[in-house]
């Protein structure tokens, strides 16, 4: 218990770990379908890796970085404000890297040029996701510790309990890709559902944090509240109401008026982006 429970959290914890693990074991698990999918592509199974090969993997790592750093010059300050969406966005950006890879393999000998390019998109994607989950969490971190000085400690609890889930994302994964084998239209069956669960906990796990600081949208959300009930002091929702309130998939409902059409459209164009 101690050893993966930290002392003194905020009694959302709790939930949020539960969902949180749940998502790290599904995502551990799809990343072996896309790892093995590369390495396939990579021609380890016939043993026919070649400098080609070799270069444009490590091409496609050096463009990765580049992309990350760019990446956080660009959006670094955004995190803080809002976590749960950027939260989100990187689980997004994680499957759709692991589809890439996948994809890799499934064309690799049709259109073979396309190798550093899909490699360079999945490891850049794979940088930017990790990159922003790990600004994220620091975010979440804070708002479980709450008044008390206990960072480090709900810090490296968290990392122990990251390191057991994706153990044993590991061993659910390579069972799976061991039964269904390198068959395309098995590997991509396996990727679409487990790629599900993973989106449905990581959101799951989001709705169960209640931040106790305002930000743009629960601000706005506030002052829709407070405008709609003719400035009664009652209309103040207290945190675990706002977070009922709040849409994660979507952008801040009352942040910007704008009109029906344009709100579809930027919807539609935009979604949650």
């Known amino acids: 218990g101690r050893s993966f429970l930290p ?7 709790q939930a949020y770990t539960v969902w949180r ?13 896309g790892t093995q999918s590369l390495l396939l592509a990579l021609g380890v199974k016939a043993n026919r890796v070649g400098p080609a090969a070799a270069g444009g993997w490590v091409t496609a790592n050096a463009i990765g970085k580049l992309g990350k750093t760019a990446f956080a010059a660009k ?3 955004d995190f803080d404000s809002d976590a749960k969406r950027w939260r989100l966005r990187a689980a997004l950006m994680w499957v759709i890297a692991n589809g890439l890879e996948i994809t890799t393999y499934v064309v690799h000998d049709m259109v073979p040029a396309s190798f550093v390019l899909l490699v360079t998109c999945s490891v850049s994607l794979k940088q930017i996701s990790i990159l922003t989950a790990s600004a994220t969490k620091s975010t979440f971190y804070k708002q479980f510790a709450g008044r008390n000085e206990n960072l ?3 810090t490296a609890k968290g990392d122990a309990q990251v390191a057991v889930a994706d153990l044993m994302g590991l061993v659910i994964g390579v069972q799976l890709a061991r039964l269904l084998g390198s068959r395309g239209s098995c590997v991509w069956t396996a990727y679409v559902l487990l790629s599900i669960l993973d989106f449905a906990f990581i959101l799951r796990s989001l709705r169960m944090i209640v931040f106790r600081f305002i930000n743009l949208e629960r601000a706005s959300i506030l002052a829709h509240l407070f405008v709609a009930a003719g400035g009664a002091a009652t209309a103040v929702a207290p945190p675990e109401d706002l977070v009922q309130r709040e849409s994660v998939l979507s952008r801040p409902r009352h942040a910007t008026p ?16």
């Open 258 to 273: 704008q009109t029906r059409f344009r709100a579809c459209l930027e919807e539609f164009v935009g979604g949650f982006w």
């Open 7 to 13: 002392s003194g959290v905020t009694s959302d914890y």
């Open 152 to 154: 480090g400690d709900i």
């Open 75 to 77: 959006m670094g300050r």
């Open 21 to 33: 693990v749940a998502q790290r074991v599904v995502s551990s698990a799809v990343g072996v379908f």
